[in-house]
């Protein structure tokens, strides 16, 4: 018997049935793109068949517009026409012959587009573009709901079993909703029943013309955590009458994109909004999907179990390991990738007109460019890797797969060096789950495991290696000020690793380092409680406000910090692009001072004394902690090298992760490298 009923029971639809109760959300990968390329879609469906094969029953793609004015982007993907259609008849056979079934997201922008031809039901600019949209007059607003079921049209004859209508996240129809967007004076504007007119009517024609063995799903905001939102009244009618019109199920939408709320960041608590789905479930008999940080078998299995859904979404989880469903099917949770939800290697890259990717599984997104690097070496060695961070345990690992002999030495007591960091920061809490993948992994492979060594280039040439990477991290670096050597200072490590601080903090550098100390340092708890987590983001479960918000409310911080850096201009502009400004907002609701431009004159016993332009001061703190950038730790190279006989051949030697770059110390870029390296050897 599964240890996932729930997960994996069939869901009956009328006219089809889902395999098992997960969903593959939509995910803008960039893969979409490849329309116009001579290939094709071939990469999008590699990355989808991956998916299929283990097991998902329903996929979402990335958002396609139904019209050029409707596209994310100027080169962004839509289907138009009869051409584009038979093009994506690559990703729909790639899905369907291995069962599963596979919808297109039809999503028109808006007033997020980001290009000179935006619309929208208002002239309204959006805080995350820089194009003022331009008003869609009454007829265009017919013509652009003609163009949604053109383009359903064309996905069935695309192949697709069906169309997920985006009607979340800030998009064009959430924009025809809500009144903060909508001043129009006509038939699609004013009272709420013409603001919802524009949704009921794309999807009854959707379902009138293409009949009733269709899949339609909406995405429907439940919760938009702006301000002029909707209430749980309106949100209630919709879904109502989206569910007349002929929807076959809804799916949850949690804010738009422009809120200040962290829905979906590693900070979130899992199934942290899977509240307002169970409540719409009472409101009407169609299917209802759950979404936002739902990342392990039991998260899905717990949220179904509850009763709060008929089906999971889960799109990043299925980035970071395809095999999600296969691995649970068959009781192997614990060897599952887990999503970390850092954001970095997919909504950044997103954002940034990037391909998406993952930081825990950098093949994804990859499956044919990347492909040669897991196969089978043709020659075996022995390889040595030297460090049991992030980049030698993924060395490790992928070598092992790849049929390599593989010994792992790690100086300290336990694998995972800056991530056992990490995952005692306030929100990061889930980064315990890759650690946990990469010892079932080395277990499995029988990589050997040497903790407590501090092996030396002696020991690696006697044991004969053939292939030796060092993966020795890095060190911090100690800035010359004057007075460094006080007792006051503190480096990260030492605060990290449970060193004793005092009521008042100076941080010294606000990279990521700095804002992670200044995290650990203001709160008292984590981030899995999610009731917490609501009242302190100011989420509103009654929904007494329009938007479902209410003001923040903060617990007293620990300490009063100073956050530090030399440069001018913002502090943390360097963070993640989607996740920077949640880490800036935590910290300044906790009353953190952020100081650019600062000279540090001093550190004594009065504190530290700086200078930003042409005033000192001095900050009267108990500690100065410096996060101050990092150098790589690679000695055992030169080691290596001094120890070769003249003219002799050593093993080869290869240096990744912060041994090879140690500035901006990027976990995303260090696996990859890992991942490149093992690939070749």
């Not at 449970?498 to 981030?527: E, M, N, T, Y």
């Not at 949640?582 to 953190?592: A, D, F, T, W, Y």
Request: glycine letters at 10%; charged letters at 20%; hydrophobic letters at 40%.
């Amino acid at each position: 018997m599964s240890k996932f009923p729930h997960l994996f029971k069939e869901l009956d639809l009328g006219f089809t049935t889902l395999r098992n109760r997960a969903l593959m959300g939509s995910m803008h990968t960039g893969l979409e793109s490849g329309l116009l390329k001579p290939s094709g879609l071939t990469e999008m469906a590699a990355f989808m068949e991956a998916r299929a094969a283990a097991g998902v029953a329903l996929i979402v793609t990335g958002g396609v517009a139904p019209n050029r004015q409707g596209r994310v982007s100027p080169f962004a993907s839509k289907l138009t026409y009869g051409w584009e259609a038979y093009r994506h008849r690559t990703v729909t056979d790639a899905v369907h012959n291995h069962g599963a079934k596979i919808c297109m997201q039809i999503l028109h922008a808006g007033r997020y587009a980001y290009h000179p031809f935006a619309v929208a039901p208002s002239a309204i600019k959006s805080p995350i573009s820089k194009f003022t949209p331009m008003e869609l007059t009454s007829t265009e607003v017919r013509d652009t709901i003609e163009d949604y079921v053109r383009c359903a049209e064309l996905a069935r004859k695309a192949g697709y079993d069906g169309v997920e209508v985006m009607g979340s996240e800030g998009y064009l129809i959430n924009q025809f909703i809500v009144s903060r967007t909508n001043k129009r004076t006509d038939e699609w504007g004013g009272a709420y029943e013409n603001r919802i007119r524009f949704p009921l009517e794309i999807v009854s024609g959707i379902r009138k013309a293409l009949g009733k063995d269709f899949i339609i799903i909406y995405r429907l905001s439940l919760l938009d955590l702006v301000e002029g939102g909707s209430t749980w009244e309106e949100i209630a009618q919709l879904a109502q009458g989206i569910e007349k019109a002929g929807a076959t199920i809804i799916n949850s939408g949690i804010g738009w994109h422009e809120a200040r709320v962290p829905t979906i960041a590693t900070s979130v608590p899992r199934a942290a909004f899977t509240w307002p789905t169970a409540r719409l479930r009472q409101v009407v008999k169609i299917p209802i999907i759950a979404t936002n940080r739902v990342n392990t078998p039991a998260v899905a299995e717990s949220v179904l179990a509850s009763g709060a859904c008929d089906m999971v979404s889960m799109a990043r989880p299925f980035l970071a390991d395809p095999e999600f469903m296969k691995k649970a099917k068959e009781g192997r949770e614990d060897e599952i990738n887990t999503c970390i939800a850092c954001n970095q290697a997919c909504l950044d890259h997103t954002f940034s007109a990037k391909r998406a990717s993952c930081l825990v599984n950098p093949f994804a997104g990859y499956e044919l460019r990347m492909a040669k690097l897991q196969d089978q070496a043709t020659v075996k060695k022995r390889v040595c890797v030297v460090g049991a961070g992030p980049a030698g345990l993924a060395c490790a690992v992928y070598a092992a797969g790849r049929g390599h002999d593989v010994t792992l030495y790690e100086a300290s007591s336990q694998i995972g060096g800056q991530f056992n960091l990490a995952k005692t920061i306030p929100g990061k809490e889930e980064f315990e789950e890759t650690l946990r993948y990469f010892r079932r992994q080395l277990e499995l492979l029988k990589v050997k495991v040497n903790l407590n060594t501090r092996v030396g280039a002696k020991e690696i040439t006697a044991a004969g290696f053939e292939e030796v990477v060092v993966a020795t991290g890095i060190l911090p670096r100690t800035p010359q000020i004057p007075g460094i050597g006080h007792k006051k200072v503190l480096g990260y490590l030492d605060v990290l690793n449970g060193a004793p601080v005092g009521s008042s903090v100076a941080i010294i550098g606000a990279g990521g380092i700095g804002f992670d100390v200044a995290a650990k340092l203001v709160h008292s708890h984590g981030s899995l409680d999610v009731d917490q987590f609501l009242t302190e983001w100011g989420v509103d479960k009654t929904y007494a406000n329009r938007g479902g918000l209410k003001p923040a409310t903060k617990p007293a911080p620990l300490r009063k910090i100073y956050l530090l850096q030399r440069k001018s201009g913002a502090v943390g502009k360097g963070l993640g692009k989607t996740t920077g400004w949640i880490h800036r907002s935590s910290l300044k609701m906790n009353g953190v001072e952020f100081i650019s431009g600062a000279t540090y004159n001093a550190i004594d016993d009065h504190g530290l004394t700086i200078t930003v332009g042409n005033e000192t001061r001095v900050l009267p703190v108990d500690n100065v902690v410096i996060c101050a950038g990092q150098e790589s730790l690679r000695d055992i190279q030169k080691q290596l090298a001094d120890a070769l006989p003249e003219g002799a051949k050593g093993p080869g030697v290869h240096l990744i992760g912060g041994a090879f770059k140690a500035e901006e110390l990027d976990a995303k870029a260090a696996i990859k490298q890992a991942a490149e390296i093992a690939g070749k050897l």
